[in-house]
């Protein structure tokens, strides 16, 4: 499925009301992350953009039938897009692949299904959501609705871009409310497909809105606007921070954020397959190379297999092929941009100053590509002091330690900022289940690293690493309000 990445189409206009918008007054320049090239310029929507698309989905909430459907049909709907997302795999795996840092070789089997199949497990739930009646004098009946919140703004990150719009458009569009998504800067250009197909799927025009731009500006002026009225966010901490407190000046409004990690890897010495082990920490850092809010970034493992470990992800980290996106035999794709590569710089270097130790990897591999390709690395001596310990390096990059027993498994996998995602490799049930239980952190996966092929697990962080969750009933209750009734008879 090699492809030339200047053959593919695709639009860079908005999406307002069921029809594709060019509004070039302001723009900046998009770069293609696997060769850096300038591509083309994207329309920032402006601020007079963004309110016309907020009072468009805030009219098309009250007066088209989407709330109002039965949630069957507005199922029936959903299931369509779905179909409409998956028979368009061939190309709209390239349009990601050539957008984003996704390679072909995942796109074509992962993001486009994991899409479909997201809308597809937030269509059920259409109608299977149910108040409560609560308990009251005898005459009285006090009982809860769930309904919808009306315009729901969805902000995403470029990492997996389309996989993305889905966690947030899918289950705010099954409970009935309007969407405006915001993609990323950095991969702009695969959004206006989902767009084209929810309408052949017969979404109403203003149901489901895309507006381009940068974060600071068509990103701001969306999380500020006085009529969204909730928030939903994919991104860095520090942005998160910044939307939750810029949000809540402008109108009080319910808002969950899904946030960076410092995932560990607990691996005990009683692991009973060590390459099944090593696979899914491998998988943990160098998928997307390591550009995943729950990547394993911190690798703990018990003294005795330490060095055993670390033998078998180097020569797995040695093979990954750096390459461009639309290369097939790509398995280390780009670092997203030279922003992002200058960072990774610093926060190692920084980190070497501090006194922590390369063991192998620390710089990049040098390509005809034109794209940045950080060669998979190994550091050791990482204390709590240093960047690479208390920021996501988003790239291959795994900090190696070593522990004696249990207590000081749990004490180091706990992060003091972060609570996103921890893997406990282990074949003793009872400690997999102390580890579980003691480790502070959103997700807890036990000989598994990665969020599932499957949608009901709830996915979201503690601490610095968010609020609310993503996906599963958690997921779809995000885009409800509870209306309480209180009726004496
Ligand atoms: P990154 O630096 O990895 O792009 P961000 O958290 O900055 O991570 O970006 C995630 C998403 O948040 C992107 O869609 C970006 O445009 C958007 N964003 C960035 N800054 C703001 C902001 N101040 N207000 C709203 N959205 C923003």
Redesign the pocket.
Known sequence: MNFDPDKINYKKSHFINGKFRDDYSDKYEYIRPSDQKKIDEIPNASKDLVDETVQIAKKSFNESSWSSLKPRDRAKLLFNWADLIEKDVENLSKIEAMNSTRTIGETSVGDVFATANTIRYFAEWADKIEGITTATSPDVLSLTIKEPYGVVVG????NFPIVQIAWKAAPALAAGNSVII?????TPLSAFRLAELSLKAGIPPGIFNILLG???KT??L??THPDVEKIA?T??NL?GA??MS?SALAGVKPIHLELGGKSPQVVFEDITDIDSTVEKIAAGIFINSGQVCTSGTRLIAHHKILDNLLDKLKSIGKNKIPGPTWDMVTTLPPIVSKKQAERIDRLISESINLGANIIEGGEWHETNYGGYFYKPTFIEKVTKDMPVFNEEVFGPVISVETFDDDQEAIQKASHPNYGLAACVHTSNLNRAIKLSKNIDSGMIWVNHWGYPDEFSHPAGGFKNSGIGKDMGSSGINEYYKEKAIWIPH
């Open positions: 902000i995403t990150p470029w915001k993609p990323s800067e950095y940068e974060g600071s990103g701001h969306l999380v966010f991104g860095s942005t910044k939307i810029e």
